[in-house]
C-alpha cells in the first residue's frame, strides 16, 4: 500500500531557507562541469542547420536551467555534492538552518503527478516510480493539466512535508517513457538518482518537451497562457479541461461546450492551436484542440444538414483558401481541416425507411400539386389535417425504438422579407403542429429566414404547411381587398390590410392550436399512447448537437389595429381548412 506523508503546516521560513541554501549552493558547482554537461547534451543526430532559430534558443535555455540543477545534486568523484559543500562551509548554524541544509542534502529527483492543488499552494502529489503519495507545501505552479507529469527535486523536512525545490520539469509522452524505463529509475542512493535524471534532462534538452509558460518557459505578459494567448479564453479553458481527459473520452458537458464554441474564428483558432502545440511537443494540448475543432466542425455539418446556411463547411475551406493564398496561412491548416471535417457517406434507404420514404413523397407531391395553385385558408387547414393524420397513422404504426431511429433533419425557408410580416406570427403554431421546433436566422442585409428541425417526415408537412399559409394569406387578402370593408376604408386602406392579416394570423394560430389538442386526444383515446414525449427527447438531444444559442422572441402585444378589418382576418382565419384531396393510406 502506498505511504502516505503526513500534511502539517510548516513554518515559512523552511521553505525561504530552503530557496535560499539551493541558491547558495550553485556557487559550488565547477563552471567547467556545466559547461561539459551542455556540450555533452549538444545534439548528435542532427545538424545545426535543421535546427529552427527558436528550438535552439529552447534547447540553450533548458541546457542552462537543467545541467545547474542537475550539477548541484550530481554527487563527485568522491561522493560529496554542492549541498555537502555548502553545508560544511558554514559551520555552525541554527536548528532551522540545519534541518533546511539536511533536507536538501537528502532531496531526491522524483517522478510526480499531481492529484490535487489547493489555493495556497498545497499540492497533493503521486510518486509514480515509488508509489508514494506525498504533501507538498509552498508550491507555486501556473495551472497546467493535471495529467501532465513532472520532474522536480522534493525536499522532505522532519516533519514530513515536502518541497520543490529548483527546476520543474514538466514531461510529453516520449520524456515519460525515457523516465519510467531507465535503468536507474526508482533507484534510492544518490549516484543512481542523479543519473536518472540527468537521462531525463538529456532526453528533454535534446527533443524538446511540454512547454508551460511560468514553469520551464518564462511566464507570459499579462498573465496570459503563453503559446496560447491570442486564443478565446473560453476555447483555452475548454482546452485544458480536455487535455487533463489524457485520451478519456469528453463530456456531454464538454461537447456542448465545444458545439456552443463552433463560429468560424474560433473553429479557426482550433486549428491553429492544434498546430502550434503540437509544434511545442505539448501533444495533450494539441489532440485537445484537434478533438475541439473536430467537434466544431461537425456541429457545422449538422446545422447545415439542419437546414443552416450562415455558416458551411464549404465557406470555412473557402475562407482557408483564400487566407492561404492571401495572407500568408500555413498551407498545414487546410490539411489539418480535411481530416477532421466530417465526410458522411450517402444515406442508404433500408426496408424499414421505405415507408417513410414513401410518406416523405407523398407530402412532397402535394405540394407541388397545391401550392403553386393558390388557396384559401380553408383549404389549407383541410391540407393540414389531413396531413397531420397521415404522420400520426405512420408514428403509431412504429414502436417506440424505431420511432427513435429516425432521423432528425431541418428545412430552410427562405421568405424573402426583411421585416418581420404578420404570417410570422403562425411559424410558431406550425412547427407545434407537427412537432418541430423552429427557428429564425438572418444576415446583416439579408431576407428573413426560418428553420423547421424535427423529424424527416415531420419538417417536410411543416414546410408544405408554411407554404399553405403563405399562399391563403396571398388568396384572402386579395379577397378582403375587394370587399366592401376595405373600399369604406380609403385613406386608411394600409392599416386595413395589415390589421386583417394581423387577425389572419392569429385565427390561423388559434385554429391550428385548437386542431393539435384534438389530434392529441385522438391519438391518446385510440392507441393509448402519447409521440409527444417521445419526439420531444429525440429532438432535444438532437438540438443539443447544433450548439446554438437560441432565445425568445416575443411578439409585440397591444398592437393597434383597424378592429373591423382585424376582426374579418381573425374570422377568416377561424376557417382556415388544409387542401383537400389527401388520401390517408400509406
Known amino acids: 500500500m502506498p505511504a502516505t506523508a503526513r500534511t502539517m503546516s510548516s513554518s515559512s521560513g523552511i521553505h525561504a531557507r530552503l530557496d535560499k541554501f539551493f541558491t547558495a549552493a550553485l556557487d559550488f558547482v565547477a563552471p567547467d562541469r556545466a559547461d561539459a554537461l551542455m556540450r555533452k547534451w549538444a545534439p548528435r543526430e542532427q545538424p545545426h542547420s535543421s535546427i529552427t532559430d527558436d528550438r535552439m534558443m529552447a534547447m540553450m535555455a533548458d541546457a542552462i536551467l537543467l545541467s545547474a540543477d542537475l550539477l548541484v545534486s550530481q554527487p563527485s568523484a568522491s561522493g560529496s555534492t554542492a549541498f555537502d559543500r555548502l553545508t560544511r562551509s558554514r559551520g555552525k548554524v541554527s536548528s532551522i538552518d540545519a534541518a533546511a541544509l539536511a533536507a536538501l542534502a537528502k532531496a531526491r529527483f522524483r517522478l510526480l503527478r499531481i492529484q490535487k492543488t489547493e489555493a495556497d499552494g498545497r499540492l497533493t502529489v503521486h510518486d509514480i516510480l515509488a508509489g508514494e503519495t506525498l504533501a507538498i507545501e509552498g508550491a507555486d505552479l501556473p495551472p497546467f493539466p493535471l495529467e501532465i507529469p513532472i520532474v522536480a527535486r522534493v525536499a522532505v523536512t522532519g516533519d514530513r512535508c515536502g518541497y520543490l525545490i529548483g527546476a520543474v520539469t514538466p514531461l510529453d509522452q516520449d520524456a515519460l517513457a525515457v523516465a519510467q524505463s531507465h535503468a536507474a529509475a526508482g533507484g534510492k542512493g544518490s549516484f543512481a538518482n542523479a543519473r536518472w535524471a540527468e537521462a531525463v534532462y538529456t532526453h528533454v534538452v535534446r527533443h524538446g518537451t511540454v512547454e508551460i509558460p511560468g514553469l520551464n518557459r518564462p511566464p507570459a505578459d499579462g498573465n496570459e497562457p503563453g503559446l496560447y494567448e491570442e486564443i478565446d479564453e473560453a476555447l483555452y479553458a475548454l482546452a485544458q479541461d480536455w487535455a487533463a481527459l489524457a485520451g478519456k473520452p469528453p463530456s456531454q458537458e464538454l461537447m456542448l461546450r465545444a458545439r456552443r464554441l ?162 410570422d406570427e403562425c411559424i410558431p403554431a406550425i412547427a407545434a403542429f407537427f412537432d418541430c421546433r423552429v427557428w429564425s436566422e438572418r444576415a446583416q442585409g439579408a431576407p428573413l429566414r426560418y428553420i423547421f428541425f424535427g423529424l424527416r417526415s415531420d419538417v417536410t408537412a411543416a414546410q408544405y404547411l408554411y407554404e399553405m399559409v403563405e399562399r391563403a394569406f396571398d388568396t384572402e387578402t386579395a379577397v378582403f381587398r375587394r370587399s366592401d370593408l376595405y373600399e369604406e376604408m380609403k385613406g386608411d386602406r394600409r392599416s386595413a390590410t395589415n390589421s386583417f392579416q394581423i387577425g389572419l394570423s392569429r385565427g390561423i394560430s388559434a385554429k391550428l392550436g385548437a386542431m393539435r389538442a384534438a389530434r392529441d386526444e385522438t391519438i391518446r383515446s385510440a392507441s393509448g399512447r402519447d409521440l409527444v414525449p417521445v419526439k420531444s427527447a429525440m429532438i432535444e438531444e438532437e438540438m443539443s448537437k447544433l450548439g446554438l444559442h437560441l432565445s425568445q422572441r416575443s411578439h409585440a402585444t397591444g398592437k393597434r389595429v383597424i378592429r373591423d378589418a382585424y376582426t374579418a382576418g381573425q374570422e377568416a382565419g377561424e376557417k382556415f381548412e388544409f387542401a383537400p384531396g389527401i388520401t390517408t393510406t400509406v
Open 262 to 423: 463552433a463560429d468560424q474564428t474560433r473553429i479557426f483558432d482550433a486549428l491553429d492551436a492544434a498546430l502550434t502545440a503540437r509544434d511545442a511537443k505539448d501533444e495533450l494540448m494539441a489532440d485537445a484542440f484537434e478533438c475541439i475543432a473536430a467537434a466544431q466542425l461537425e456541429t457545422v455539418w449538422l446545422r447545415e444538414r439542419g437546414g443552416s446556411v450562415g455558416l458551411t463547411l464549404d465557406i470555412i475551406a473557402r475562407t482557408l483558401d483564400e487566407a492561404i493564398a492571401t495572407r500568408g496561412w500555413p498551407s498545414r491548416i487546410r490539411l489539418l481541416f480535411d481530416r477532421l471535417r466530417p465526410r458522411p457517406g450517402n444515406r442508404q434507404t433500408s426496408n424499414s425507411d421505405l415507408p417513410l420514404d414513401r410518406l416523405v413523397q407523398r407530402i412532397q407531391g402535394l405540394r407541388a400539386k397545391t401550392v403553386a395553385q393558390g388557396c384559401t385558408e380553408q383549404e389549407a387547414m383541410a391540407a393540414a389535417e389531413k396531413v397531420a393524420e397521415l404522420l400520426d397513422r405512420y408514428g403509431l404504426s412504429l414502436n417506440e425504438l424505431e420511432l427513435q431511429a429516425q432521423p432528425c433533419e431541418g428545412i430552410g425557408i427562405q421568405t424573402n422579407r426583411r421585416r418581420i410580416a404578420p404570417i
